[in-house]
Every structure is written in C-alpha cells, then in structure tokens.
C-alpha cells in the first residue's frame, strides 16, 4: 500500500485548533461590541438593543476632547515618524553595505525589541528633567515619545518597498542627467508612494492605540481616548465604554483595511 504523502494543510487537529483560537481571540471582541448596544445601565444584564451609550459617548465633552486630543497626536506622531521612517530607508537600502549597517537597523528597530514599559521609564525619566528645566509640559512631549516609538513600524513596510523596487528605473534616469533630488521625486517617491501611505497608517493605529508611553508621559489634562477609557475602567463601568472601543474598534479595522489593499500595489 502507497503511503500518502505528507501534506501540512491536511493534519488532523489543526482545524479544530484554529477554530478554538478564532473563538478565543473574536468571542470577547464580539461581546463587546453586541453590548455597546445594550439599553441597560449596566454590563451585568440586556435590556435589548440601543443607541443610546453612542450618543451618550458622543454628547460627552470629556470623550470629545480626549478623542480630538488622540486624533492630532496620532496624525502629527504618525506624520513625523513617516517622514523619519523614509529618510532611514532610503539611507539604509540606497548606499552598498558596509559595517555597522547591521547596527542601524538594530537601532532603528529597537522599540520593537525592548518592551514598552522599559521605553516608557526612559521616556518619562527623560522628559521630567526637562519640564523641571524649561517648564514646558504642552503635548509636545506625547508627540515626541510616539514618534520615536512609531518610527520602526513606519520604517519596515518602507523598507521592504525600497527594497523591492528595480533600480534600473533610478539608473536610466541618472543616465538622462537627472540630479537625486529629481530622481528621487519623478522616479522613486511615485514607486515608495503605496509603502509611504501603509506606514503612516499603521503609526497612526499604533500612536491611537497606545497606553503605556502615554499614561507614563503625559501631564495633568492629557488624557487621549484609551488612557481616558482606562481611568474609566477603575471606576463603575458603563457600556459607554463598549460604544467607545467599538468605534475604535471600526476605525482600526477601516486603517487596517486600507493599509492592506495599499500595500497589496506593486510598484
């Protein structure tokens, strides 16, 4: 008899391994999401479906303000870190290797790799000394802190485009005289547009989203949205919060969406 050949989508298990992880991972986003319509005052029972904790998150003056807070923060923390991203790229995939190559992308790479918390001590130890020295104590400091954090996650799809792309088409037009910088505008920003558009995106879900760096830097009266929503949860929690985390929710899925058929453009 023919032994059947191994095939690794054909394991017996995995089906049902999979489908208890979808459950596991979806079920409580789920739930969350079927009680931000809940009519109730309270989590703990359903008195059937609602708008009314959408429209009570909506009239609150406090969520206004923290989720304008957390909207100008993510666009400047993800534009500046976009804008850093590129110019890493470019620096590290437009020059032939050398050493210490490897060093800078470790470098630029090291918020990945450390944990968050040990970058939001170093943050804060950093920031204090300097409010103590100018008095300063504005947003200018959150943006600071997510633009560094945010940098890598702009920097990789970034990358991976620049590394992609034919670098004939940047010859040909160094060949008819072109000087860099027109190079780099007529020929390579066009190609790099759909990775610059996915790494902006994906700062800003990750500058929206962000707990620890912020709740670690911010000053008195700069609450965004998810340190907002934590101060809440040590409280009496209503499914004012589920309204909340669904529309987050919804605009991360819309972010993400986007960020994947962009990304899916080849240049």
């Not at 947003?139 to 485009?161: M, Q």
């Not at 860099?180 to 990750?206: E, K, S």
């Amino acid at each position: 008899m023919a032994k059947r050949p191994f095939d690794i989508r054909a394991q017996p298990g995995f089906g049902f391994v999979a489908l208890l992880t979808f459950f596991a991972l979806y079920l409580p986003i789920a739930a969350l999401v079927a009680y931000s319509f809940n009519a109730a005052d309270s989590l703990s029972r359903w008195d059937g479906l609602s708008l009314r904790w959408f429209i009570s998150a909506w009239q609150n003056s406090t969520v206004q303000d923290a989720s304008i807070r957390s909207l100008v923060l993510a666009v400047w923390a993800a534009a500046l870190s976009t804008v850093v991203a590129t110019m890493a790229a470019l620096a590290t995939t437009r020059t032939p290797p050398y050493p210490g190559l490897t060093f800078k992308y470790a470098f630029i790479n090291q918020p990945l790799m450390v944990p968050e918390i040990v970058t939001a001590v170093a943050l804060l130890i950093v920031f204090s000394r300097i409010k103590v020295w100018t008095g300063y104590s504005g947003l200018g400091y959150l943006v600071l802190a997510h633009t560094a954090f945010c940098i890598p996650f702009a920097y990789l799809p970034i990358r991976a485009r620049l590394e992609g792309m034919d670098l004939k088409l940047e010859q040909a037009a160094a060949d008819l005289y072109a000087n860099p910088w027109r190079t780099f505008r007529h020929v390579t920003l066009p190609l790099l547009r759909p990775a610059i558009i996915a790494g902006f995106m994906l700062a800003f879900v990750i500058s929206l989203d962000d707990v620890v760096i912020t709740e670690f830097v911010k000053s008195g009266g700069q609450d965004t949205l998810p340190t907002y929503m934590l101060g809440q949860l040590r409280r009496e929690t209503t499914p004012e919060i589920n309204a909340i985390a669904t529309v987050f929710l919804a605009l991360s899925v819309l972010l993400v969406t986007v960020f994947f058929f962009v990304n899916r453009r080849k240049p």
